[in-house]
C-alpha cells in the first residue's frame, strides 16, 4: 500500500499552534485516523484491498483495489462494487459514532477533554456526512444514484448536488466566522472547494470522454449499414 502525506498539513499545525487551537487540531486528526480505519476494516472485510493511503490536512484518505468480478455482479443499473464503496463510506462515520458512545459511557475523562473529543468526533461526522463528493456523505449518494439510475446520471447530479451544498455551506460559514472568528471554519471551506474543484477537473474529463463516445456511437446507422450478400451467409 502507498503512503503520502499533503505537505500543507504543516501549514495548518503551525497556524493552529500560533491560534491555540492545535489542541483540538490533534484531538480531531488522531479521531480523524480512527474514522479511517473503520473505512480500511470495512473495506477489507469485504474483500477490497487497499492501495493508498494519504494524510491530509483536515483528515486521511484510503483508496482501494476492487476485483473485476464485482462489476459484472448486476444490482439495478449499478453493480456489487456500489454496494460495497456504500458500506465502505458508512464504516467511518459509524466509527466516530461508537467512539462518542465508549467516552461518555466507558472511559472517565476531565471534563473539558471529554468535551473536546465528543465534540472532534461530532465535527467530524457532520463534516464527512455532506453531500460533497468526495467525502462519505457524497460517496454515498453518488453510489445509491448510480444503482438506480446509472453512472453518468450519478455523476452528472452528484457534482451539481455538491457544488450547491458547498455555496450553502459557504454562506452559513462566512456568518460564522464573522461571529466566532475561529480560523479553522475558513480552512475547512479552503479544503473543501479544493477537492471539489479538483474533483469537477476530473468529471469534467470523463465527461468529453463520455460525448466523445455517445457522438461516435450516434453515427453509425446499423438499419442502413449495406452488408454484401456472401458476407451476411459467410456470418
Known amino acids: 500500500m502507498r503512503f503520502r502525506i499533503d505537505l500543507k498539513i504543516f501549514i495548518l499545525v503551525i497556524l493552529f499552534f500560533i491560534t ?4 483540538i487540531y490533534a484531538m480531531i486528526m488522531l479521531f480523524a485516523i480512527i474514522h479511517e480505519f473503520g473505512h480500511l476494516l470495512a473495506g477489507i472485510l469485504l474483500g477490497m484491498k487497499p492501495a493508498k493511503m494519504e494524510i491530509r490536512p483536515f483528515g486521511v ?11 459484472n455482479i448486476r444490482i ?11 458500506f465502505v463510506a458508512l464504516a467511518g462515520p459509524m466509527t466516530n459514532v461508537i467512539i462518542i458512545l465508549i467516552i461518555s459511557n466507558v472511559f472517565s475523562f476531565e471534563y473539558n477533554d471529554k468535551m473536546i473529543m465528543i465534540f ?9 456526512i455532506l453531500p460533497i463528493y468526495p467525502l462519505d456523505g457524497g460517496r454515498i449518494l453518488k453510489g445509491m444514484i448510480y444503482m438506480f439510475n446509472g453512472k453518468y446520471t450519478a455523476e452528472k ?15 452559513i460559514s462566512s456568518i460564522a ?5 475561529n480560523i ?11 477537492l471539489q474543484i479538483k474533483e469537477y477537473r476530473i468529471y469534467r474529463n470523463r465527461k468529453i ?27
Open 120 to 128: 472532534s468526533n461530532m465535527a467530524l461526522i457532520l463534516f464527512n
Open 61 to 71: 484518505s484510503i483508496d482501494f483495489d476492487v476485483k473485476g468480478k464485482d462489476y
Open 20 to 23: 491555540n487551537q492545535i489542541k
Open 184 to 194: 479553522a471554519i475558513f480552512l475547512a471551506i479552503i479544503f473543501l472547494w479544493g
Open 76 to 86: 439495478g443499473k449499478g453493480n456489487f462494487i456500489e454496494l460495497k464503496k456504500i
Open 209 to 235: 470522454l463520455y460525448e466523445t463516445i455517445q457522438e461516435q456511437m450516434d453515427k453509425y446507422d446499423y438499419k442502413n449499414i449495406n452488408i454484401p450478400i456472401e458476407n451476411k451467409i459467410n456470418s
Open 157 to 171: 447530479y452528484i457534482y451539481k448536488i455538491s457544488y450547491i451544498t458547498l455555496l450553502i455551506i459557504t454562506i
Open 177 to 181: 466566522i464573522l461571529y466566532l472568528k
